[in-house]
């Protein structure tokens, strides 16, 4: 079956750091790739999305490549603010029609970024 | 618009109660997804309604719980009788309709956080 497989939090950041979540995946077929973020008493949002290899999607700064050859999809931001504070999650849904849009979560990283 | 909305947004019952869930999913969108996380794991798929029918319910742990859509538009997840694993954050989530290539960008709601003790 499929899974998503994040690197282990939490992560604390002083602000402007550099921020790197590792996240590979195990899937059939070939999925579409997503980062979800979930800020304090909030509901999840989509950060930004892949659908196939090698594209990249990016919002509000942060940036994850879809690499088939790794099955990774890291995300990646230059320079955190403490507004960032938040956990992370990175997912995939098959793209073969017989799951329409079914989610495969991994466990979420803490995000926590200091003044 | 409105977003998803979820009801209550935390429910603390004791073990062998009954507790509803509700979900209001955004007006036209015919997919809606519940999804459970347990004790800080990762968020894990229980089941997909299009419009008022069960698409998939693969995720559903067991016979103790009950997902309803009534007329392709609020949803309901019950749980009768309530367990101390049943302990976590239920989330919800809608798309728009089925057809075309997908996937459709599910938006979720808050969560409701059920505590069994």
């Known amino acids: 079956g499929n899974s998503v497989t994040q690197m282990e939090g939490p992560v604390t950041l002083s602000e402007e750091a550099f921020l790197t979540i590792n996240c590979t995946y195990t899937?059939?077929?070939?999925?579409?790739l997503f980062w979800y973020v979930q800020y304090p008493g909030e509901g999840l949002q989509l950060l930004l999305k892949?659908?196939?290899?090698?594209d990249k999607g990016s919002n509000k700064g942060f940036e994850a490549t879809y690499r088939k050859e790794t099955t990774s999809f890291h995300l990646e931001k230059g320079s955190v603010q403490v507004s960032d504070s938040a956990v992370y999650f990175c997912?995939?849904?098959?793209?073969?029609?017989?799951?329409?849009?079914?989610?495969?979560f991994g466990q979420g990283t803490i995000l926590t970024v200091h003044p | 618009e409105a977003g998803v909305t979820q009801f209550p947004s935390h429910s603390v019952i004791e073990k062998g109660q009954t507790v509803t869930l509700r979900c209001d999913p955004i007006?036209?969108?015919?997919?809606l997804y519940w999804y459970r996380r347990v004790m800080g794991k990762e968020i894990k798929f229980l089941l997909h309604?299009?419009?008022?029918?069960?698409?998939?319910e693969s995720g559903m742990p067991n016979n103790r719980f009950l997902a309803e859509r009534t007329g392709g538009t609020y949803s309901t997840l019950k749980v009768q009788p309530a367990e101390l694993e049943d302990s976590g954050v239920y989330f919800c989530?809608?798309?728009?309709?089925?057809?075309?290539?997908?996937?459709?960008?599910?938006?979720f709601g808050p969560g409701t956080r059920l505590t069994v003790t």
């Open positions: 899937a059939t077929g070939y999925p579409s």
């Open positions: 309604f299009v419009k008022e029918s069960k698409q998939d």
């Open positions: 997912a995939l849904s098959d793209r073969d029609g017989t799951s329409y849009g079914k989610l495969t």
């Open positions: 007006s036209g969108h015919d997919n």
């Open positions: 989530a809608s798309s728009q309709a089925v057809g075309g290539q997908g996937p459709y960008e599910q938006y």
């Open positions: 892949a659908t196939k290899a090698d």
